[in-house]
């Protein structure tokens, strides 16, 4: 299945051509993390995830047309 990317800020650098945004080819069944480990996001990496604008997490499940959005948490006041 295929699922569309955005990264921001910083991790942009995590996408193939350094844009941001890509497509991703995922087994079906996929999870969050399966799409993380492709990526190749440092494991301790503080991050927010979003599934088509909603909270994501390591074991949500993912579909074909998904999109899904990283961008790093930010901390400050």
């Not at 996408?15 to 440092?42: K, M, Y």
């Amino acid at each position: 299945m295929r699922i569309h990317v955005t990264l921001y800020s910083d991790l942009k650098s995590f996408a193939p051509d350094g844009s941001g945004r890509f497509a991703l080819n995922l087994p079906t069944g996929a999870t969050l993390q399966d799409a993380l480990i492709l990526i190749a996001l440092p494991e301790k990496r503080a991050i927010t995830t979003l599934i088509n604008g909603k909270r994501a997490f390591p074991e949500s499940l993912l579909k074909a047309g998904d999109t899904l959005v990283l961008f790093p948490e930010i901390c400050g006041g």
